[in-house]
C-alpha cells in the first residue's frame, strides 16, 4: 500500500519523557514519508518541535482524570470522521479508553485501524488491559512483550509486534567527543568537574530512577577516592519538590555538598555524557526501554545499571560488565570503583536506528489497512 495515510497519535501531553520523544520522532518519519501526520494531546513544550518537522497538533484533556473526560469521546468520534483518519495509535491508559469508547460509536467504514503501543510494566488490572485492546499491540522491548505474555492470558500474542525505540545514530556516533566551544563552556560553568572522574545519572528527578541510591554510592566510592564527583542531570518532575529537598537533605547529611551537584534540565545532554567517564541508571522499577542506557552506549560511554528489564537487554548486548542486581548496593560499588580503576571499552553497537523505528511501525499499519 502506496497511498498516502492519515495518522492520528493520542497522548495525555507533549511535554517531556520516551513517550513523547517516541510520538515525536514517528511523526517526523510519517511526515518525510509523505504521509498525514496528527497528534492530539494537552499540549507541551514539544508541540512547537512536532510543528516544525511538518506535523499537526490538536489541544485535547485526553489525559486528564476527571468526569469531563467523558466529553473528549464525542468529540474523538467527530474528529476522527473529520479528518478521515486511517490509524489511531495510543500511547497512553486514559487515551486508549477514549479512543476505544469513540470507535465503538463509529460504523465499519468509519472506523480507523487501532493500534496500541504499551511503554511501560504498568499495574496489572482492568484499567491497564486497555493496551492490550488494540488490533496490534506494540511493545517497546522484548521484556515488555514478555510482560504482556505474563500478565495478560486473553491477549493473542500474535498480534503483538516488538518494535523498539530508535537511536539517532547520527546523533550518537560511537566514540563522539564534544566540540572544544561546548567544552570551555561547561568547565566555565562547572570548574569542579575538571580532571574529575565524572559519574553521571541522567534522568527527571523522580523517585523512580534511584537517585537516592546514587547518593549513597557516591558516599562509598568517595572513601575510596576522593576525585570522583557525582552529577545529576533533570530536571524536577512537577509536585516531586519534596523528594527533590530530600535528596539534598541526604547529600548534606553525607557531607556530600562539594562532591555532587544537580544541573537541572539540560539540551545538551550527549555531551554531558560523552564528556563523563561513567553513566547510571538505577531505577527501581524495571523500565521497559531505557533510553539514555543506549543513547551512551552508542556513544562508547561505559554504563552501570540495574539489571532489569530493558535496560538488562541493552547492557547484555552492547555492555555486559555494566548489569549488576538491582538493589544490592555492595555489588553496585564494586563494579563501579572497579570499572573507574581498570576501565573496560564498551564495544561499537549498533541499536535500532530511527528509520528503521519509522519503517516497522508503518509495516504495522500496512498489515491491517491491507
Known amino acids: 500500500?502506496?497511498?498516502?495515510?492519515?495518522?492520528?497519535?493520542?497522548?495525555?501531553?507533549?511535554?517531556?519523557?520516551?513517550?513523547?520523544?517516541?510520538?515525536?520522532?514517528?511523526?517526523?518519519?510519517?511526515?518525510?514519508?509523505?504521509?498525514?501526520?496528527?497528534?492530539?494531546?494537552?499540549?507541551?513544550?514539544?508541540?512547537?518541535?512536532?510543528?516544525?518537522?511538518?506535523?499537526?497538533?490538536?489541544?485535547?484533556?485526553?489525559?486528564?482524570?476527571?468526569?469531563?473526560?467523558?466529553?473528549?469521546?464525542?468529540?474523538?468520534?467527530?474528529?476522527?470522521?473529520?479528518?478521515?483518519?486511517?490509524?489511531?495509535?495510543?500511547?497512553?491508559?486514559?487515551?486508549?479508553?477514549?479512543?476505544?469508547?469513540?470507535?465503538?460509536?463509529?460504523?465499519?467504514?468509519q472506523r480507523p485501524a487501532f493500534v496500541t503501543t504499551v511503554h511501560g510494566f504498568y499495574s496489572v488490572k482492568r484499567y491497564s488491559a486497555i493496551m492490550t485492546q488494540g488490533e496490534r499491540v506494540i511493545a517497546v522491548s522484548e521484556s515488555t512483550r514478555q510482560y504482556l505474555a505474563d500478565n495478560y492470558?486473553?491477549?493473542?500474542?500474535?498480534?503483538?509486534?516488538?518494535?523498539?525505540?530508535?537511536?539517532?545514530?547520527?546523533?550518537?556516533?560511537?566514540?563522539?567527543?564534544?566540540?572544544?566551544?561546548?567544552?570551555?563552556?561547561?568547565?566555565?560553568?562547572?570548574?569542579?568537574?575538571?580532571?574529575?572522574?565524572?559519574?553521571?545519572?541522567?534522568?527527571?528527578?523522580?523517585?523512580?530512577?534511584?537517585?537516592?541510591?546514587?547518593?549513597?554510592l557516591m558516599a562509598r566510592l568517595i572513601a575510596r577516592d576522593s576525585n570522583v564527583f557525582g552529577l545529576i542531570v533533570g530536571g524536577k518532575a512537577a509536585g516531586r519538590e519534596a523528594y527533590w529537598h530530600e535528596i539534598q537533605a541526604r547529600i548534606t547529611h553525607l557531607n556530600l555538598d562539594e562532591q555532587m551537584a544537580f544541573t537541572g534540565a539540560r539540551l545538551d545532554?550527549?555531551?554531558?555524557?560523552?564528556?563523563?567517564?561513567?553513566?547510571?541508571?538505577?531505577?527501581?522499577?524495571?523500565?521497559?526501554?531505557?533510553?539514555?542506557?543506549?543513547?551512551?552506549?552508542?556513544?562508547g560511554v561505559p554504563v552501570v545499571a540495574y539489571d532489569h528489564g530493558g535496560v538488562a537487554e541493552s547492557l547484555a548486548r552492547a555492555f555486559p560488565p555494566g548489569g549488576v542486581e538491582p538493589g544490592n548496593m555492595e555489588q553496585l560499588e564494586e563494579r563501579v570503583y572497579s570499572l573507574l580503576q581498570t576501565p573496560e571499552p564498551v564495544a561499537r553497537y549498533t541499536f535500532q536506528s530511527i528509520d528503521a523505528m519509522v519503517d516497522d511501525t508503518l509495516a504495522v499499519y500496512r498489515e491491517l489497512l491491507d
Open 269 to 299: 545532554l550527549r555531551n554531558i555524557m560523552a564528556a563523563s567517564d561513567m553513566v547510571l541508571s538505577l531505577s527501581s522499577q524495571p523500565e521497559s526501554f531505557g533510553r539514555t542506557v543506549q543513547e551512551a552506549l552508542s556513544l
Open 1 to 109: 500500500m502506496s497511498r498516502t495515510l492519515t495518522i492520528l497519535q493520542l497522548l495525555p501531553a507533549m511535554e517531556s519523557g520516551g513517550v513523547e520523544r517516541g510520538t515525536l520522532e514517528l511523526a517526523q518519519g510519517l511526515v518525510e514519508r509523505g504521509h498525514r501526520s496528527l497528534v492530539m494531546s494537552a499540549g507541551g513544550q514539544l508541540v512547537s518541535r512536532l510543528q516544525d518537522a511538518g506535523s499537526e497538533h490538536f489541544i485535547a484533556p485526553v489525559g486528564q482524570k476527571s468526569l469531563r473526560i467523558f466529553w473528549q469521546v464525542f468529540a474523538l468520534r467527530r474528529f476522527l470522521r473529520q479528518q478521515k483518519v486511517d490509524v489511531l495509535h495510543v500511547r497512553s491508559r486514559l487515551p486508549a479508553w477514549v479512543a476505544w469508547q469513540a470507535l465503538n460509536g463509529l460504523s465499519a467504514a
Open 153 to 216: 492470558s486473553a491477549l493473542d500474542m500474535s498480534l503483538v509486534r516488538v518494535i523498539e525505540r530508535g537511536i539517532d545514530q547520527t546523533q550518537y556516533p560511537f566514540q563522539y567527543r564534544p566540540p572544544a566551544t561546548w567544552q570551555q563552556h561547561w568547565y566555565k560553568e562547572y570548574p569542579f568537574l575538571f580532571d574529575r572522574k565524572v559519574l553521571l545519572l541522567p534522568g527527571r528527578v523522580t523517585r523512580l530512577k534511584g537517585h537516592l541510591d546514587f547518593v549513597d
